[in-house]
């Protein structure tokens, strides 16, 4: 009898854990699509962002900072056809793809340059194969993605240095997805931020901000210091 009820109660945990099992992946998939886990512009929200504001009037000035192969930049180029899109790439071998794909769009530019809080030069952590998630945060890669990359010395300048250049008054949408360092490259726009000169502002968050120490609510106390309200992306 005691071999009867042992056997009845592993198959009722087998069963149950199975079930649990199940239960559990569902929720997981519920969470992701709750979190937004989704890198495709058009089912993440990020092209419906675009699509709504281009009913508002006034955008002359875009941002796309972390433009990789270009698919952001023509997306906005086809929603803002009377903007300028800027379209900045670290990587040198990126930035190529970045001009096939961008360069003949009369209203894109495109930069070989990355933004930070500093001029100079910055380590970026590069596979030719995972363009997308190259990044200047250390040991990213090999923790979350599970890849070596190569290593690729890279010029930086910050926004605020491009815009004067440039003679950039204001920016009516400045995207940010730089792979951990969208803290850095606003704090290069703080001149321009003090002086409430860019309006609307996209930026990726994500597991990375765990290394960097730069938090959600380090996003928050900073924006919201120069009057700026924070809302998540959804589909």
Known sequence: MKRIIVSLLAKLMRSRSRF???????????????????????????????????????????????ANKGEWSLIASEHFPQAVIHSFEIVPQTYSRLVENCGHRENTVCHNVGLSDIEGTATVFFSPDKSGIATCVPKFSEQYHKYQPQKVEARV??????????????????????????????????????????????????????????LLKDFYDYLQSFEMKIGKIYP
Request: hydrophobic share 40%.
């Open 20 to 66: 649990s099992s199940r239960i559990d992946a569902l929720l997981v998939s519920l969470h992701k699509e709750y979190e937004n886990l989704d890198y495709d512009f058009y089912g993440n929200g990020e092209a419906a962002v675009l699509r709504k504001l281009s009913e508002m009037q006034g955008f002359s000035t875009i941002f796309d900072v972390g």
């Open 157 to 214: 300048s910050t926004g605020d240095m491009f815009c004067a250049d440039m003679g950039i008054e204001t920016i009516d949408f400045l995207k940010i997805d730089v792979e951990g360092y969208e803290h850095k490259v606003l704090k290069g726009f703080e001149r321009m931020l003090k002086r409430g000169k860019i309006k609307i502002i996209q930026f990726e968050y994500g597991y990375i901000n765990i290394d960097t120490h730069f």
